[in-house]
């Protein structure tokens, strides 16, 4: 009597548990229809979402507005858009018609422009925000991969080099000089779970992007993810552009003597003193007791090694999502920073002028790496600074206007 009690007890206490379960699985599926079913987010197929009607009536009636609101001209969207159809479209189902691969394209783009919350871009486009929080990091990979061969290549001849080389030349009167490096740290706002890990001097939470830009903004050489924590000379140390130097693998053309000149010294990078003085790296003389003649020199380098900054400062205003603290995990933090990179060579390439002008251009992007750097040295990096001093106060390498440069700012 007492066992067949227990029997139908525990008999009733089942029944009860797999009623609730039944309900629990009940009420997620009625969430999941009232979440595909909201009216106003269906009317995005109307064409009624704001970005869709409106990048429509910019198209027609204002290219130049268009322009800024996605960042790049028609031509370019649609051409990125073949570009990325096919990693980006997703089928309809027998539940709700697909996010199309052009209206998936138009929110990130939107989104890495201003920085917006995935709530508000639901707002606008009629979609909801955990459909948007899913593919903005899948466009995002798929626009760096369908990009990165082709318009983030680092160059791999000495041809290539050279044209760079003759460039910063012609533009910065800098010569035998094939790229401006620097870093910047992209913050972001870190899940409980990463601790100090990624926590820099700052006080924020960030990665780093190590970059290096040609003479016409163009990125020729990026590392993204490194933890905020790691000092900057811990960056380029573990950076394959610091083995590269090393080993001989980028390829650079045969010393050369400066114009002028006779000793014929590497083609180098010009960097700040956030990086070490190296047979291939050159950066300011250190600010204390110097000569006018260094003072020249380090002019002379600031003025061109403003190429990185003033790319770093076109990326940052064009994608303003880099501006401020990014609210999504790191490796998506990395996502987006590859895309926005990959972008920015993009419209480089297809555009002949700067974009800058196009938008704000006096936001800064001042996350810079803390100013640390080794002091392992060697006496050939100090002879080659010398003969770029020497050049640079020469009849040969002299500027008419540096003296009063120098003069007016007190260096």
């Known amino acids: 009597m007492i066992i067949e009690r227990k029997l139908i007890i525990c008999t009733a206490s089942l029944i009860v548990m ?16 009232r979440l595909w079913t909201k009216k106003w987010i269906e009317k995005r197929g109307a064409g009624k979402g704001i970005l869709n009607m409106l990048n429509e009536e910019l198209l027609v009636e204002d290219p130049l507005a268009y322009r800024n609101y996605l960042r790049m001209n028609n031509t370019t969207f649609e051409k990125l858009l073949g570009l990325l159809s096919n990693k980006i479209k997703k089928q309809d189902t027998q539940f709700r018609e697909s996010i199309s ?18 709530r508000s871009l639901m707002y606008s486009t009629r979609i909801h925000e955990s459909s948007i929080s899913r593919f903005v990091p899948e466009v995002c990979e798929a626009i760096y991969s369908s990009l990165k061969d082709i318009y983030l290549k680092t160059p791999n001849s000495p041809r290539e080099w050279l044209k760079i080389a003759k460039e910063f030349e012609e533009i910065w009167q800098f010569p035998n ?10 913050t972001f706002r870190p899940p409980i779970s990463a601790g100090s890990y990624y926590y820099n001097y700052k006080g924020n939470h960030s990665i780093v992007l190590l970059a290096m830009c040609d003479a016409a903004y163009k990125f020729t050489y990026y590392n993204v993810g490194i933890n905020g924590r790691i000092s900057d000379g811990g960056v380029f140390r573990e950076s394959n552009l610091r083995k590269a130097l090393d080993d001989g693998s980028l390829n650079l053309p ?8 006779t000793s014929e010294i590497p083609f180098v990078l010009i960097a700040d003193d956030a990086f070490p003085l190296t047979d291939r790296i050159m950066k300011p003389y250190p600010n204390r007791g110097l000569t006018d003649s260094q003072k020249i020199f380090n002019y002379r380098l600031c ?3 403003r190429m990185i900054e003033n790319s770093f400062g076109i990326l940052a205003n064009r994608f303003r ?3 401020n603290p990014i609210n999504l995990s790191p490796d998506k933090v990395e996502q987006i920073s590859l895309a926005c990179l990959a972008l ?20 800064p992007f001042s996350n810079k790496l803390n100013n640390q750097a080794g002091n392992r040295t060697t006496t050939r990096a100090h002879n080659i600074r010398n003969e770029f001093k020497n050049y640079f106060n020469s009849a040969n390498g002299a500027v008419n206007w540096q003296d009063t440069a120098v003069r007016r700012s007190n260096m």
């Open 344 to 363: 920015h060579n993009l419209l480089v390439s297809e555009n002949s002028q700067p974009y800058l002008e196009m938008e704000d251009s006096h936001v």
């Open 321 to 323: 999502i880099l501006l």
């Open 254 to 261: 045969p010393n050369q003597a400066l114009p002028g000149r």
């Open 303 to 305: 003025r061109a090694r």
């Open 101 to 118: 691969a052009r209206c998936r394209l138009e929110t990130t783009l939107r989104f890495l422009a201003t920085g917006e919350t995935f």
């Open 18 to 33: 797999l009623m609730i379960e039944i309900k629990k699985r009940r009420e997620k599926i009625i969430k999941k229809k």
């Open 177 to 186: 000089c094939i790229g401006a490096l620097d870093g910047k740290h992209i």
